[in-house]
């Protein structure tokens, strides 16, 4: 993408509003402003945008709604701002297609790192796939299912591998527990956590430097789980 | 004058009038008496007794039968206007006419006293339904009291009140003023023994009464007392039964408005849950809006461009590092008003101990710089069933802890291990230690480790983990270290996770 990216706010709160918006121009984005779901989707029949930043509490609709509107035509990122304490209203998002959330207050330093990583997703979403990936010590080749750690092979069975295919291949945004089982164990299993926490930990005792602090395989707690490269 | 004394007056007006009614058709027949054979004359005597006992009763039917018989013999009889019986024979009638007469009378009697009977139970049956209907209608105990006391005084005559019990103990709660002494030992009887129980009319009172105790499906709800005067009225078996049956109906009344009471509790309960959890999430909005401007606004004068003086820059750090102290303590402020408010609701699920602790630990970031943090957690360690998210707050609130207690660079260890029954997390601190008179009430509420210490923080960061800990069927403690600093325990029951089959490839 060589334009600069066309990133549309909504938020009711004019001040937070005001340091976001600075923010985003630091990155050489352009930004339009919305201060209600109705506005938003005004301004996106007219502007399209490259990305979506949104409040969930907004003064006429729930941003849940306007989520779940945009999703109906468009697989533009979302990044929800949340202020709510319940972990339910962010999974409640992540399910209808927000691709990561903030919880206030946030620090712009880790306001600017979720954006520019869904920026980057959307980018790469429009070239080829990459079949060889790296992170830490550890080197993924997809195409021929073979992955090392410090150059030494490592061997992981075949939902191991699904696993992290899942992860991988969401890096940048935050899959929910209910996604990834669907994705990896299918939809009869959407309710089986248990298969996750245990499958998480297999990668993390591969793959992470320290397996009890883990660096690429996130947890999102009450929520999911993040791949960070 | 009392009812017995009546109702004789009555019966010997009634004979009286019999013997009138009897002279007076044995005068009407006797142009007769040379025409008509003796047998028609009999038939028509006969005919009189039934009609006399149909309308006026077996005594009546009797009186008639005998005046028949003499008044037959006096004025029909040849020779007549005499007692005497010329022919033998005629013995024979008189026999016959007097035991038809007065066996029929009879019948004829107990034929009406059946209707009667019949009649009246009809009457009361239709009464109950009737009562039964506004039963059905009643708001409160105090209506369906009201309702008793009116119906069975106008149905039998007698007072009644309602006695409502909590479980089966008889703690009066008395519906209706009652002007007779309640013997509360055969009202306790009556409900132990769920059967009618009577006391005696002879009590120095002069009330007699009847305890009913009120049954339904589920469990007693009081019982009926039933009083009558011994001078003004009587308590038949009849009544009784009536009473009892009424009782039925009453205990379904009670029943009914039971569960209404118990259906309206639970809504409330529901309500005001809703309307706390609503307050409470738009007070977490309102607080954290500012919050969230401050530390942004804050966060954005430090990473200005070009760079502000340090002074300035090192001043907005502060700023947003109070802040998000600030936010902190919302958070446990709006979590404890959260699991103050009663019934803590767990959305409980197999997690991985790791993951707590990993996002505790990223949740904490900055807070933890200034101490080396070491985690040891077993790599087979084994699922617990818990609420994540509250418990990365217990995790969060003790590690929090123990960088606040402990001198800059002191390092801080977390470590988990397992027992057969219990997964213990404990976080060790090489700070100043606590109190030992305080090691028990420093989980209490805004109970803080030092007196007047300069260390910000409320006290009330341990007492939430002692809610959440406790709501998980575990338990939290604090040792002071045989070295330096303290040890938080952290116990959790391990109960039997899921299994996950195990993959071979």
Redesign the interface.
């Known amino acids: 993408m060589s334009a600069k990216p066309r990133v549309l706010l909504v938020e009711d709160?004019p001040?937070?509003r005001?340091?976001?918006k600075?923010?985003l121009e630091?990155m050489n984005c352009v930004v339009t402003e919305a201060d209600s779901v109705m506005s938003a989707t005004h301004v996106l029949s007219v502007n399209p945008a490259d990305l979506l930043v949104v409040d969930l509490?907004l003064p006429d609709v729930d941003g849940q709604t306007l989520i779940e509107r945009v999703r109906s035509w468009s697989d533009m990122p979302v990044l929800v701002l949340s202020?709510?304490?319940?972990?339910q209203d962010k999974v409640d998002a992540l399910n209808l297609g927000a691709d990561d959330y903030l919880t206030?207050?946030?620090?712009?330093?880790e306001f600017k790192a979720r954006v520019q990583a869904l920026l980057r997703r959307h980018q790469r979403q429009d070239d080829l796939p990459t079949s060889v990936l790296s992170f830490g010590a550890v080197r993924v080749d997809f195409t021929k299912r073979e992955i090392f750690k410090d150059d030494a092979l490592v061997h992981l069975?075949?939902?191991?591998f699904k696993l992290l295919a899942a992860l991988v291949k969401s890096s940048g945004k935050v899959m929910t527990q209910k996604a990834l089982l669907q994705e990896v164990w299918g939809p009869a299993f959407k309710d089986?956590?248990?298969?996750l926490?245990?499958y998480?930990?297999h990668l993390?005792?591969k793959l992470e430097e320290?397996?009890?602090?883990?660096k690429h395989f996130?947890?999102?707690?009450?929520v999911g789980y993040r791949f960070k490269p | 004058m009392s009812k017995h004394a009546s109702m004789h007056l009555r019966q010997w007006h009634q004979s009286l009038l019999t013997v009138l009614l009897t002279s007076t058709l044995a005068f009407l027949l006797m142009p007769l008496a040379e025409r008509w054979e003796l047998a028609n004359i009999v038939m028509l005597f006969l005919l009189f007794v039934l009609m006399v006992a149909i309308k006026l009763g077996q005594t009546s039917g009797v009186v008639a039968a005998i005046c028949s018989v003499f008044l037959f013999d006096y004025l029909f009889v040849p020779p007549r206007f005499s007692l005497d019986v010329a022919n033998p024979e005629h013995l024979v009638t008189f026999a016959v006419m007097l035991i038809t007469a007065v066996v029929s009378a009879q019948m004829a009697a107990r034929l009406k006293k059946n209707a009667e009977d019949a009649q009246m139970r009809e009457a009361r049956t239709h009464s109950l339904y009737e009562v039964a209907r506004a039963l059905a209608g009643t708001q409160s105990i105090e209506d369906a009291a009201n309702i008793t006391e009116a119906f069975l005084l106008a149905q039998v005559g007698l007072k009644a009140y309602a006695i409502v019990t909590d479980a089966d103990v008889v703690k009066t709660q008395m519906v209706g003023a009652a002007q007779f002494h309640v013997e509360t030992h055969l009202a306790s009887l009556a409900v132990s023994s769920k059967k009618t129980v009577r006391s005696s009319a002879l009590n120095t009172t002069g009330w007699g009464c009847v305890y009913i105790p009120l049954l339904s499906a589920e469990h007693g709800h009081g019982i009926l007392v039933l009083a009558a005067h011994e001078d003004t009225t009587e308590i038949t078996p009849e009544k009784v039964a009536f009473c009892e049956a009424y009782a039925s109906l009453l205990a379904i009344a009670l029943e009914r408005l039971h569960f209404v009471d118990v259906a309206y509790a639970h809504e409330l309960s529901v309500t005001s849950e809703r309307l706390r959890s609503s307050i409470l999430s738009a007070l977490s909005h309102d607080l954290r809006t500012p919050l969230t401007v401050l530390v942004g606004l804050a966060d954005s004068l430090a990473t200005h461009e070009p760079p502000l003086p340090p002074d300035a820059v090192a001043t907005s750090v502060t700023i947003q590092d109070q802040a998000r102290r600030l936010s902190s303590l919302v958070s446990n402020l709006l979590e404890m008003a959260r699991l103050n408010a009663g019934n803590v609701q767990l959305r409980l699920d197999w997690h991985d101990i790791t993951d707590v602790v990993s996002a505790s630990i990223e949740h904490l970031g900055d807070a933890l710089k200034a101490h080396p943090l070491s985690v040891q957690i077993s790599p087979h360690v084994s699922l617990v069933q818990i609420d994540a998210t509250l418990m990365e707050r217990v995790v969060t609130n003790l590690l929090e802890n123990a960088a606040k207690y402990s001198p800059k660079g002191a390092p801080i260890m977390l470590q988990v291990s397992e027992t057969p029954d219990e997964l213990q997390l404990v976080v060790r601190d090489e700070g100043t230690g606590i109190d030992p008179q305080k090691l028990d009430t420093m989980f209490d509420m805004f109970e803080r480790g030092t007196k007047e210490s300069t260390i910000q923080g409320f006290g009330l960061g341990l007492s939430i983990c002692k809610v959440i800990v406790q709501a998980h069927g575990g338990h939290i403690k604090a040792v002071n270290r045989a070295s330096c600093g303290a040890e938080l325990w952290v116990c959790l029951p391990k109960g039997t996770p899921p299994s996950v089959p195990e993959e071979t490839v």
């Open positions: 709160e001040e937070i005001r340091f976001v600075s923010a630091a509490g202020a709510r304490a319940m972990e206030k207050p946030f620090g712009i330093a069975t075949v939902t191991e089986s956590s248990h298969y926490r245990i998480i930990s993390r005792q320290d397996p009890a602090r883990p996130v947890t999102e707690i009450g």
